[in-house]
Structure formats: structure tokens, C-alpha cells
């Protein structure tokens, strides 16, 4: 089933171009780092998870580029526009070779089950 995302034709024509920019200076940035890089890690300070993926990309011995997008407190409205972006609820936001493959728990799979070897391989 493909995810559900409001229709442009039920947007106001008035707020399109609103709806349009909002944020997408940090979405276009997390694109090219996407494009430039075969792992990207995308979190935030003081939330562990993002730290426990890149550690475990460490030990895996796999190189990643990671961005890092405010605090709890802070930038959350560019955090969100990610969320919205990705349709991933949290962080951290793992891409692989331009794929989306989870956070931490579903990064862990992926190296556990050398699933990570395989898609860095192709």
C-alpha cells in the first residue's frame, strides 16, 4: 500500500507555494549528502539512538556522513519537515546507496544479517 500524502489538488492554490518552501533548504541538504554518500546518518544531539548507529557503523567498519539537526529543544520544526519528507517518525534517519532503511534497531538487522555488506557491495 503506498503511503498517504494529502494531494497537491487539495491544497489551497493560495498556500501551495507555502506548503512548497517550507524547510526545503534542510530536506535539499539532506538529499545531497544522500547523493554524495553511501551511508548518511541524520540525528540530533542528546538522543542516543543516533549515536548508537553511528557506533555501530564504527564497528561494522562502514564509513558514513552524518548530520546533525539541533536538540530536543531546538530545530525541531526542520526535524519535522524531514518527517515529514521520509515519512520515518524518528530519529535516527539511516540511508543506504539513496534508500531510506530505518534507525538504529533496523540498522542493527541489517549488519547483523550482512544485508548492510550486501547493499554496500552493489
Same mark, same amino acid.
Given at each position: 500500500?503506498?503511503?498517504? &500524502?494529502?494531494?497537491?489538488?487539495? &491544497?489551497?492554490?493560495? &498556500?501551495?507555494? *507555502?506548503?512548497? /518552501?517550507?524547510?526545503?533548504?534542510?530536506?535539499?541538504? =539532506?538529499?545531497? /549528502?544522500?547523493?554524495?554518500? /553511501?551511508? =548518511?546518518? =541524520?540525528?540530533?544531539?542528546?538522543?542516543?539512538?543516533?549515536? *548508537?548507529?553511528?557506533?555501530?557503523l564504527d564497528a561494522a567498519q562502514v564509513p558514513h556522513h552524518y548530520l546533525e539537526y539541533g536538540s530536543y529543544l531546538s530545530? #525541531?520544526?526542520?526535524?519535522?519537515? @524531514?518527517?515529514? #519528507?521520509?515519512?520515518?517518525?524518528?530519529?535516527?534517519?539511516?540511508? =543506504?546507496?539513496?534508500? @531510506?532503511? !530505518? !534507525?538504529?534497531?533496523?540498522?542493527? *538487522?541489517? &549488519?547483523?544479517?550482512?544485508?548492510?555488506? *550486501?547493499?554496500?557491495?552493489?
Open positions: 500500500m503506498p503511503r498517504s &500524502i494529502l494531494e497537491e489538488g487539495r &491544497i489551497h492554490p493560495a &498556500i501551495r507555494d *507555502k506548503v512548497t /518552501a517550507s524547510q526545503r533548504s534542510i530536506v535539499q541538504e =539532506v538529499q545531497a /549528502a544522500v547523493a554524495a554518500h /553511501a551511508v =548518511v546518518v =541524520v540525528g540530533m544531539r542528546a538522543n542516543p539512538f543516533p549515536r *548508537k548507529a553511528r557506533k555501530a530545530m #525541531w520544526r526542520e526535524r519535522a519537515a @524531514l518527517k515529514m #519528507w521520509t515519512g520515518w517518525p524518528t530519529l535516527p534517519m539511516v540511508f =543506504v546507496r539513496g534508500t @531510506l532503511v !530505518g !534507525g538504529f534497531t533496523d540498522l542493527e *538487522k541489517l &549488519i547483523q544479517t550482512g544485508e548492510l555488506a *550486501k547493499m554496500l557491495a552493489n
